[in-house]
């Protein structure tokens, strides 16, 4: 039989379960001998069945709902790699300005334009600064729809795993981000 240590205020597991071990191969180390191995003090723990084991190894409402968002969360991220892995987050991170600018050239404006100017001049693709433009803005829809629908994914997960009301329910819950189809990356 298992061996628990149970605190004696709460009646909860207080360490981990110990399963009773063989000294050799014809000797079962007693409940006893493991308490005393492990140095327990009497009447600290008592010996369980393999049924009382797995209930008290079962989480909480509260410990399931936050193992499951923490899973909503992980793969929140995990649906953004393949953006991640076409475009580094230093490129990312120059997308707001490149949108800026390209808004403003496509607005008429003759202002100047040094972060889309300076990936016309080194992408050598003979591209007007419109046409460059153009592409930014495609491109910007495109991101927009696809974090648009995982985000909505998200949200829509953590408020269900939270409306969840049994640690089997929020167990079963299937946590899956569907990628929106027909979205091209454009450079």
Do not use: C
Request: no cysteine; glycine share 8%; aromatic share 8%.
């Amino acid at each position: 039989m298992p061996i628990a240590i149970i605190d004696k205020q709460t009646n909860k597991l207080s360490a981990p379960i110990y399963h009773e071990g063989w000294k050799n191969e014809k000797t079962k180390y007693t409940a006893a001998e493991v308490a005393t191995g492990l140095g327990l003090a009497p009447g600290t723990w008592r010996e369980i069945t393999d049924a009382e084991a797995a209930e008290l190894m079962q989480p909480t409402l509260e410990e399931a709902h936050a193992a499951k968002l923490a899973e909503v969360m992980t793969s929140y991220s995990a649906a953004f790699s393949p953006i991640e892995s076409v475009y580094p987050k230093e490129e990312r991170e120059t997308w707001p300005s490149q949108l800026e600018e390209a808004i403003s050239v496509l607005g008429g404006s003759t202002a100047e334009t040094p972060m889309l100017s300076g990936l016309i001049a080194q992408r050598g693709l003979d591209e007007s600064l419109q046409e460059f433009a153009q592409k930014v803005m495609v491109n910007n829809l495109i991101y927009r729809k696809l974090a648009g629908d995982i985000t909505g994914q998200q949200q829509r997960m953590y408020r269900e795993v939270n409306e969840l009301k049994t640690v089997e329910e929020v167990q079963a819950y299937k946590v899956a981000y569907v990628m929106p189809e027909g979205l091209g990356y454009g450079g």
